[in-house]
């Protein structure tokens, strides 16, 4: 089963061996309802989830302070098919690889790499070298994951775009 990164521990949180984290998934809702995480490898059952100004979770196997106090650093994963992803949204790691086509059918090139930002920009190999292309609504793509193919308005997309130097 894939395993995504999905936070990093940041330090203890009070003396129940509850965790402070750092949410990398695209919000809170998406870890919520989690079960089971890997640290290190090994499984943890998630006692509870919970967040107010920052994220926290407990699990079972942590029973203090001290135990926790061992986990700072320590990078959080959890089974891709256990996050929740709104519909439209899609794990970057599904994303890269796809070709980027046009309307017309017309191959462009393939995601290479994925900078997650407000707008995210997306690195693209093409014939003609890399490009660089913030992600906007404009540009009307549709994803078909299953296919590993992007399609997207070929003006709206070409007018975007840098090539690397």
Same mark, same amino acid.
């Given at each position: 089963?894939? @395993?995504l990164?999905?936070a990093v521990?940041l330090?203890?949180?009070?003396i129940?061996g509850?965790?402070?984290?750092?949410?990398y998934?695209?919000?809170?809702h998406?870890?919520?309802?989690?079960?089971?995480?890997?640290?290190?490898?090994?499984?943890?059952?998630v006692?509870k989830?919970?967040?107010?100004?920052?994220?926290?979770?407990?699990l079972?196997? !942590?029973a203090d302070?001290?135990?926790?106090?061992?986990f700072?650093?320590?990078?959080i994963y959890?089974?891709?098919?256990?996050?929740r992803k709104? @519909?439209?949204?899609y794990?970057?790691?599904?994303v890269?690889?796809?070709?980027?086509?046009?309307?017309?059918g017309?191959?462009?090139?393939?995601?290479?790499?994925?900078l997650?930002?407000?707008?995210?920009?997306?690195? !693209?190999?093409?014939?003609?070298?890399r490009?660089?292309?913030?992600?906007? @609504?404009?540009y009307?793509a549709k994803?078909?994951?299953?296919?590993?193919?992007?399609?997207?308005?070929?003006?709206?997309?070409?007018?975007?775009?840098?090539?690397e130097s």
């Amino acid at each position: 089963m894939d @395993k995504l990164l999905i936070a990093v521990v940041l330090k203890p949180q009070g003396i129940r061996g509850e965790l402070k984290i750092k949410n990398y998934t695209d919000d809170f809702h998406s870890i919520s309802a989690l079960k089971e995480v890997f640290i290190d490898g090994v499984s943890y059952q998630v006692l509870k989830v919970r967040c107010d100004k920052d994220a926290f979770i407990l699990l079972r196997g !942590i029973a203090d302070r001290n135990a926790a106090e061992l986990f700072r650093g320590k990078e959080i994963y959890a089974n891709k098919s256990d996050i929740r992803k709104p @519909k439209g949204r899609y794990f970057i790691s599904d994303v890269i690889g796809c070709s980027v086509c046009f309307e017309s059918g017309e191959v462009f090139g393939k995601v290479e790499e994925i900078l997650s930002a407000r707008t995210d920009i997306y690195y !693209i190999s093409t014939q003609n070298g890399r490009v660089i292309a913030p992600w906007l @609504k404009s540009y009307n793509a549709k994803f078909d994951i299953e296919n590993r193919v992007i399609t997207v308005c070929e003006q709206e997309f070409l007018k975007e775009i840098n090539y690397e130097s």
